[in-house]
Nanobody, 124 residues
Framework: QVQLVESGGGLVQAGGSLRLSCAAS????????LGWFRQAPGKEREFVAA????????DYADSVKGRFTISRDNAKNTVFLQMNSLKPEDTAVYYC?????????????????WGQGTQVTVSS
C-alpha cells in the first residue's frame, strides 16, 4: 500500500505558475505509474497528466498540453506537476494517484491509491 500527500497548491494570478508535489510513502514507489487529476466546483474529477513507472512516457489532457509538465523522482518518492500559464479554468482541487499496474492510464478507476488533494486557485 502507498500513501500520497500533495502540496504546493495556492492562489496565483492568471499567467502565473505553480509546482505541485506529491510525496509517497513506501519502498515500492517505482512500481507505480502516477497521475494527476483535478476536480473543479460542481464538476466531475478529470484527468490532467500521467507518467509511467520509469518516467519514460507521459500523457496529458488536451486542456493542459504545452502548459503542464509531469515528472517524477523515484529516489525521493515524489511526483511533480509543473503548471505554467495558468488560467482561471485551471482552478480546482488537484489529486495525485498511483496506478498499481504501472500503465499511466487517463482513466480514474484504474488508480488504486489517492491523495487528499491540494487546492489551486487562479484569479483573473
Amino acid at each position: 500500500q502507498v500513501q500520497l500527500v500533495e502540496s504546493g497548491g495556492g492562489l496565483v494570478q492568471a499567467g502565473g505558475s505553480l509546482r505541485l508535489s506529491c510525496a509517497a510513502s513506501g519502498r515500492t514507489f517505482s512500481r507505480y505509474a502516477l497521475g494527476w487529476f483535478r476536480q473543479a466546483p460542481g464538476k466531475e474529477r478529470e484527468f490532467v497528466a500521467a507518467i509511467t513507472r520509469t518516467g519514460s512516457s507521459t500523457d496529458y489532457a488536451d486542456s493542459v498540453k504545452g502548459r503542464f509538465t509531469i515528472s517524477r523522482d523515484n529516489a525521493k518518492n515524489t511526483v511533480f506537476l509543473q503548471m505554467n500559464s495558468l488560467k482561471p479554468e485551471d482552478t480546482a482541487v488537484y489529486y495525485c494517484a498511483a496506478d498499481n499496474y504501472g500503465l499511466g492510464s487517463p482513466i480514474e478507476r484504474d488508480y488504486d491509491y489517492w491523495g487528499q488533494g491540494t487546492q489551486v486557485t487562479v484569479s483573473s
